[in-house]
């Protein structure tokens, strides 16, 4: 039996899916526990925006380096609009059966 992801949504719900192996979260969970240990300095980078995980992803990214001071709020809002153009794509091209 696969152990399953230790993280807890903001629901108080545990998540579901499975942990990678030898680690306690899961592929999306193990990323966005991971978002702490950026330098002030270093440079955001973000995942191509190809499905609603890495959409996310990229949210918590933007959400940790505005609130560390990596980046201005005029920055975070122009790719956080970028990031509802890019979900509302990937809606649009999700087949009805899958939503």
Known sequence: MRK????IKPSG???E????REQNFCYFHS???TLGG???FSPLT?????G????LLSIAKINDA???GRIDSKCAGILLYSLQIASQHIESHIPTELR
């Open 38 to 40: 950026y330098d002030r």
């Open 31 to 33: 990323k966005m526990h």
């Open 17 to 20: 899916s499975p942990a990678l």
């Open 52 to 55: 609603p995980a890495a959409i």
């Open 4 to 7: 399953k992801c230790r993280h």
């Open 13 to 15: 719900l545990r998540c």
């Open 46 to 50: 973000l995942p191509p925006p190809e």
């Open 66 to 68: 505005l609130l560390n």
